[in-house]
C-alpha cells in the first residue's frame, strides 16, 4: 500500500471538483481481503470511510478496528439471511435491490444505533452476472425504503460493465445521474450517487457521482480472500 495514493486521489478529487463546481466526492476505500493492520495505516492518515464486500470478514474487521471511529459500507451483495449482521455493524448498505431485504435490514436495526443509511443498487447496464434492480424498480423500492424509520435512504449505487476504455462507462455513468435527479425530485433529502471505481472514477465524478470506490488505486493488489462470509 503506498500512503502518497490517498493523498494523490484525494488531489484529484479536488481538482475535479474545481471543475465542475461541485463539492469534492467522498472516497471511500474499498477494504475487502485487505488486513485490519492496513485498514489502520490508511485511518491514521486521514481516511475515515472504508467499503467491504463480504459480511462476516468485514465484522470481524469492524470489531478489531472499533476504537478508530470508521466508517463502514457495505458495497457488496447482501444475503437475507445476513441481514441482521450487516444492520447490526454497518453504517451504510449500498446494495439493497429488493423488498424482502429492505424489511429484513428494517427489522434487525437496533434502536440504539442511528438509522441505517441506504443505497439503492441499480443494474444499469441490465447483466446477468450483476445485482441490482431494474431501473423501473427504483422509485417503488425508494416508497419501501422511505416508510421504514431505522433505514435512510441516500441515493443510488451502481457497478457498470466494465471497460479498457474508461470513457465508454460514461453513458452509464449518466444514465445514473439521470436516475438520480428522478429520485431527488421525490426525496428531497437524497444526496449520495455511488459510482466509479479506481479505473474510471474521474468520468464518474464528472457526470455527477457523489462518491467513488477506490481500492487497487490505494491498497495495490488486492491480496487472497481467506475467509468465507
Given at each position: 500500500?503506498?500512503?502518497?495514493?490517498?493523498s494523490s486521489?484525494?488531489?484529484q478529487?479536488?481538482q475535479?471538483?474545481a471543475?465542475t463546481?461541485?463539492?469534492?466526492?467522498?472516497?471511500?476505500?474499498?477494504?475487502?481481503?485487505?488486513?485490519?493492520?492496513?485498514i489502520?495505516a490508511?485511518?491514521a492518515?486521514?481516511q475515515?470511510?472504508?467499503g467491504e464486500?463480504?459480511?462476516?470478514?468485514a465484522?470481524?474487521?469492524?470489531?478489531?478496528l472499533?476504537?478508530?471511529?470508521?466508517?463502514?459500507?457495505?458495497?457488496?451483495?447482501?444475503?437475507?439471511?445476513?441481514a441482521?449482521?450487516?444492520?447490526r455493524?454497518?453504517d451504510?448498505?449500498?446494495?439493497?435491490?429488493r423488498?424482502?431485504l429492505?424489511?429484513?435490514?428494517?427489522?434487525?436495526r437496533p434502536?440504539?444505533?442511528?438509522?441505517?443509511?441506504v443505497?439503492?443498487?441499480?443494474?444499469i447496464?441490465?447483466e446477468?452476472?450483476?445485482h441490482?434492480?431494474a431501473?423501473?424498480?427504483?422509485l417503488?423500492?425508494?416508497e419501501l425504503?422511505?416508510a421504514q424509520?431505522?433505514?435512510?435512504?441516500r441515493?443510488l449505487?451502481?457497478?457498470?460493465?466494465?471497460h479498457?476504455?474508461?470513457?465508454?462507462?460514461l453513458?452509464?455513468?449518466?444514465?445514473?445521474a439521470?436516475?438520480?435527479?428522478?429520485?431527488?425530485?421525490?426525496?428531497p433529502?437524497?444526496?449520495?450517487?455511488?459510482?466509479?471505481?479506481?479505473a474510471?472514477?474521474p468520468q464518474?465524478?464528472s457526470?455527477g457521482?457523489?462518491?467513488?470506490?477506490?481500492?487497487s488505486?490505494?491498497?495495490g493488489?488486492?491480496?487472497?480472500?481467506a475467509?468465507?462470509?
Amino acid at each position: 500500500m503506498s500512503l502518497s495514493s490517498l493523498s494523490s486521489i484525494q488531489a484529484q478529487l479536488a481538482q475535479l471538483a474545481a471543475a465542475t463546481g461541485r463539492p469534492p466526492a467522498r472516497l471511500l476505500a474499498v477494504s475487502k481481503t485487505q488486513p485490519a493492520s492496513a485498514i489502520a495505516a490508511l485511518a491514521a492518515q486521514g481516511q475515515r470511510a472504508f467499503g467491504e464486500n463480504y459480511v462476516q470478514e468485514a465484522v470481524d474487521k469492524i470489531g478489531e478496528l472499533a476504537g478508530l471511529g470508521l466508517e463502514w459500507h457495505l458495497i457488496g451483495h447482501l444475503q437475507s439471511n445476513k441481514a441482521d449482521l450487516a444492520a447490526r455493524h454497518f453504517d451504510w448498505v449500498q446494495s439493497v435491490d429488493r423488498p424482502k431485504l429492505v424489511a429484513a435490514l428494517a427489522r434487525h436495526r437496533p434502536p440504539a444505533l442511528p438509522p441505517l443509511n441506504v443505497l439503492i443498487q441499480v443494474n444499469i447496464d441490465d447483466e446477468d452476472s450483476k445485482h441490482g434492480c431494474a431501473p423501473e424498480q427504483i422509485l417503488p423500492l425508494a416508497e419501501l425504503i422511505a416508510a421504514q424509520p431505522r433505514l435512510q435512504l441516500r441515493g443510488l449505487m451502481a457497478i457498470p460493465r466494465p471497460h479498457t476504455d474508461p470513457t465508454q462507462s460514461l453513458p452509464a455513468f449518466q444514465a445514473m445521474a439521470a436516475h438520480q435527479r428522478a429520485l431527488q425530485a421525490r426525496y428531497p433529502q437524497v444526496d449520495t450517487l455511488s459510482l466509479g471505481m479506481s479505473a474510471d472514477f474521474p468520468q464518474a465524478v464528472s457526470t455527477g457521482a457523489t462518491l467513488v470506490r477506490v481500492g487497487s488505486a490505494l491498497f495495490g493488489a488486492r491480496p487472497p480472500r481467506a475467509t468465507s462470509a
